[in-house]
């Protein structure tokens, strides 16, 4: 997500804070700090309430990370890679390569995260009793944190897109129906009405209450509703595109062979500046070996007075066999292969013919385009 900061790993999935998460925390820790907690221990200094209403918040935002865990770690046991998991202003969101590509997968990825909020809630809830004796403020804390993983369950269920319970309920119709796309379109349509009922309700408690603040988040939670349900209404009619089409199917780009030698201003003026059929990838050959390929992108990083100096192999991404891609290969297969390399071509080895040809990640949009376009 742009606008975020890496912090690190968890399983080895990135985690990244967006920009937006600074506004929850501290809309979070500015409640707890100066309402909540006062009302609740009062005597008490300032500088305790803020410490405490601090650390209440940063444990608060640790479960939704665990509850986005699950989400990622259910994910990736049934092979969908996962490029990561990012907090923002409203909680926070796991970013899968692919969708799930059985109904029985969607159901458990979908429900793992209401499953841990809710254990939570309940693990919490008994620590508070437990607590309340000993230690009255800790145990307000802890009272607190159960119930926003209560509240946060109870939300992620409600049955509209993009939310878990949306999730959930595409799994159902598309295990009943056999239709994926039917199923997102069901639940999408869900997700748009409960976009624009947040909408209206944030209206409603701006006219009526003058809560600007509260108004204004939940104006801007109902579009990212609705947009998020758009979104995979989108992702749903790609996928159908998707379905039977191979690489072999989808036109090539240009490509062009230069050794490993060339100068970039040759590989600049013969190539990248033909006024026809310039090529969107180099391919670096020796000996009928692809060693790398290059594209725009590698030559734009090189600043032009080094272009009489630097060679095609100075500047080439290295090839590995390995992740050469058959003409035969699933369209859907090569898209998750270049999200999780991210890469913008798949490299194609047509071993019948020796050859090696290069789609890009437009060549294939485009593609789809046309035949969403055919009658």
């Known amino acids: 997500m742009a606008g975020s900061v890496r912090l690190g790993h968890l399983f080895g999935i990135p985690l990244a804070i967006h920009y937006t998460w600074l506004i929850a925390a501290g809309l979070a820790t500015g409640t707890l700090s100066l309402a909540v907690f006062p009302f609740d221990r009062p005597g008490l200094s300032p500088p305790v309430y803020w410490l405490v209403g601090a650390t209440a918040s940063v444990l608060f935002f640790s479960s939704v990370v665990a509850h986005e865990l699950c989400h990622a770690l259910v994910a990736r046991h049934f092979g969908i890679p996962v490029r990561g998991i990012t907090l923002f202003v409203f909680g926070g969101i796991s970013t899968l390569a692919r969708e799930a590509r059985k109904p029985t997968h969607e159901l458990l990825i979908a429900t793992a995260g209401p499953a841990c909020s809710l254990t939570l809630f309940v693990t919490l809830f008994a620590l508070q009793r437990f607590m309340l004796p000993y230690w009255t403020l800790g145990s307000r804390v802890v009272l607190y944190l159960s119930l926003a993983n209560l509240f946060f369950t109870l939300f992620n269920l409600i049955p509209a897109l993009p939310l878990d319970g949306g999730r959930a309920l595409r799994a159902a119709i598309w295990y009943v129906t056999g239709s994926f796309r039917l199923a997102t379109k069901v639940a999408a349509i869900l997700g748009h009405l409960l976009g624009f009922g947040l909408i209206g309700l944030a209206l409603f408690t701006i006219a009526s209450y003058g809560e600007w603040v509260l108004g204004g988040l939940l ?153 969403r376009e055919e009658p």
């Open 219 to 371: 104006i801007v939670l109902g579009w990212f509703v609705h947009s998020a349900a758009e979104m995979a209404q989108q992702n749903a009619l790609n996928r159908e595109l998707t379905q039977g089409v191979t690489l072999g199917d989808v036109p090539r780009s240009e490509i062009a062979f230069v050794a490993p030698d060339t100068l970039l201003q040759t590989l600049v003026y013969e190539h990248f500046l033909a006024e026809e059929g310039a090529p969107v990838l180099l391919a670096v050959m020796r000996e009928s070996r692809l060693l790398g390929i290059i594209t725009a992108i590698e030559v734009r990083r090189v600043p032009s007075v080094h272009w009489s100096h630097t060679q095609a192999q100075d500047v080439m991404i290295e090839s590995n066999p390995q992740e050469f891609l058959a003409p035969a290969t699933p369209l859907e297969d090569a898209l998750e292969h270049m999200e999780v390399e991210h890469l913008s071509f798949a490299i194609v080895e047509n071993g019948a013919e020796a050859q090696v040809e290069a789609i890009s990640y437009n060549d294939m949009i485009h593609f789809l385009h046309r035949r």
